[in-house]
């Protein structure tokens, strides 16, 4: 691990101004993602700046009735408080998918969203990778991509975003609070925050330099039967190869967003529509421009019958 130097910031206008005036500079609270790839020497961060102490780790109602969730909220606690279990069931089912019990105390809303995008190739520094060395090629292209995306993919690019919480973000409609380094503060929608990879996919979100997540922000609650489905090689601490969420409402109404198939949660609003037509009429909505390989293709059909499966669970 190559040297860094590390502060703790007092408040959130102060750790986004340390970020955007120290080259190099990185925000670590959990550090589950981040430490892994600086051990790895793929990320090289000359600076730390700690934001544990910003007291950003409260659940708060809304006044419209919603939910406001600290960006260093921890995942654990996140899927186990009550209100969260009772109204938005499909982000508690999601969190208690990803990851193991240790990571799960430790990693952080913020950080869970900040995931970065990666593949096997990206840890394998021997190899070409765009999203490592911009311009150096994708070695996942004409390789082994048995777990790479199918839609929104590029020719610089096909990882998928490895978040289940971000895929039940998005069928939530989630908006993410931020502040910027000169103070101001805005509000992203979930469905604007992740970036396809295009020709630049080390570019992964729509966050300046320097801008700190503080929350994310539930809008009230929609109700319905709300369900999370992920198909893995093993039945822990891996990555989906397709997941599903959904929220089924009566007469089979509803929302629907995959994750697993793509370089950000993968969400389609005029499929939802489909949704009282069956699996089949949603997932060939959601997937009308895939591109997948000959290794991959194969999560068209799965994506579509872990759907069907949700669809019949949800009607008891």
Avoid at 67 to 84: C, F, Q, S
Avoid at 277 to 290: C, I, N, Q, S
Wanted: proline residues 6%.
């Amino acid at each position: 691990m190559n040297a860094f130097s590390y502060e703790r910031a007092r408040s959130a206008a102060e750790a986004a101004a340390a970020a955007v005036n120290t080259p190099g500079a990185k925000f670590i609270a959990g550090g589950t993602n981040l430490l892994d790839l600086m051990k790895l020497g793929i990320e090289t961060p000359t600076h730390l700046i700690d934001v544990n102490g910003l007291g950003l780790d409260r659940i708060e109602a809304t006044p419209d009735g919603g939910m406001r969730i600290g960006a260093l909220v921890r995942n654990t606690d996140l899927a186990a408080d009550p209100r969260v279990r009772r109204d938005y069931g499909v982000l508690s089912r999601a969190l208690l998918a990803g990851a193991s019990g240790q990571l799960r105390n430790m990693a952080t809303t913020a950080g869970n969203l900040l995931q970065r995008t990666r593949c096997p190739y990206f840890y394998d520094t021997n190899q070409p990778c765009n999203k490592r060395s911009p311009g150096s090629g994708c070695s996942a292209i004409g390789g082994f991509s048995r777990q790479h995306a199918v839609v929104g993919v590029s020719n610089a690019c096909i990882a998928t975003h490895p978040s289940d919480m971000a895929v039940a973000m998005r069928v939530l409609d989630a908006s993410v609070a931020t502040v910027r380094p000169d103070g101001s503060a805005r509000t992203i929608p979930i469905a604007d925050f992740h970036r396809l990879p295009g020709d630049t996919p080390h570019i992964e979100t729509v966050l300046e330099r320097g801008e700190l997540i503080t929350s994310v922000t539930l809008p009230k609650p929609v109700g319905g039967v709300q369900l999370y489905r992920k198909v893995r090689d093993r039945a822990s601490y891996a990555f989906a190869l397709v997941s599903v969420a959904a929220i089924v409402q009566p007469h089979g109404t509803g929302r629907v967003a995959l994750g697993g198939v793509a370089h950000k949660p993968w969400r389609v609003e005029a499929a939802d529509a489909q949704m009282p037509h069956g699996a089949k009429a949603v997932t060939d909505r959601l997937f009308a421009d895939a591109k997948p390989t000959d290794e991959n293709a194969y999560k068209l059909t799965l994506a579509e019958r872990t759907l069907g499966a949700v669809l019949l669970q949800a009607k008891g």
